[in-house]
């Protein structure tokens, strides 16, 4: 759920796949996908055998394949279980009330989300170059890749693209409470207990103290790790 962490690491740290507009929607689309499909996943078996007919495909296929391999490498990266760790002790201390909260669910997506709004907050051209990438990429022959890699139909995938790009949400991290607002979304879609009201405000605390401990050097040290972690 990290779109920017994933833009930056394929953009900055890989060897981007012209044409650029394709490529960075291609790393961001394995997270979009289940929003149109919520049971289509991209995964590299099927990635790898997408099809490469034009340099718009070769460019979604290179994308989505560093999104997979930045994953992998991501959640092994000792500087994201240290800081999922953190996250988890500000969870179990949160004072929750009537609400489920899965602490290792939760802190995985805050850890990802806050990294987001670090990058943001350091560097606002981040979100820029990001969605300026989504408006110059045809939404149909993202969704014509899609559906060959994933071999079935995506009748809204197109509407998914439009709205993502529209919205612009990723800008709304530059305030914890847009965070919180993320991370219960992202709750609520795995049919999980969502925040409102004294729980959404501690949430909101938390969120703060958790992109505070991720600005600055310890944002890029672990990009930096997780960039490593690709070449090893």
């Not at 930056?8 to 490529?23: I, Q």
């Not at 279980?81 to 002790?89: D, I, L, N, R």
């Not at 802190?107 to 560097?123: G, I, P, Q, S, Y």
């Amino acid at each position: 759920m990290n779109f920017l962490a994933h833009h930056v690491l394929a953009t900055r740290y890989l060897s981007p796949t012209p044409p650029l507009p394709f490529y960075a929607v291609g790393a961001a689309l394995p997270d979009l996908l289940p929003l149109a499909a919520p049971r289509a996943r991209l995964r590299a078996a099927s990635v790898e055998i997408a099809p490469t007919r034009t340099p718009e495909e070769t460019a979604l296929r290179a994308g989505a394949s560093s999104h997979l391999a930045t994953d992998a490498a991501f959640h092994k990266a000792p500087a994201f279980a240290a800081a999922q760790a953190q996250a988890g002790t500000l969870l179990d201390g949160a004072g929750f009330v009537g609400i489920r909260v899965r602490r290792f669910f939760v802190a995985h997506v805050l850890v990802e989300l806050a990294l987001d709004a670090a990058l943001l907050r350091a560097e606002r051209a981040v979100a820029d170059d990001f969605y300026a990438a989504f408006a110059a990429a045809d939404p149909a022959a993202v969704t014509r890749w899609a559906e060959a890699a994933v071999a079935r139909p995506l009748p809204t995938l197109p509407g998914v693209l439009a709205r993502f790009a529209r919205s612009r949400y990723l800008l709304s991290y530059g305030e914890d409470a847009g965070v919180a607002e993320g991370l219960s979304r992202v709750c609520g879609r795995a049919r999980q207990d969502t925040f409102a009201g004294e729980n959404f405000a501690r949430l909101t605390r938390i969120v703060g103290e958790t992109v505070e401990a991720l600005a600055g050097p310890r944002a890029m040290s672990l990009l930096a790790e997780t960039a490593a972690g690709l070449r090893a």
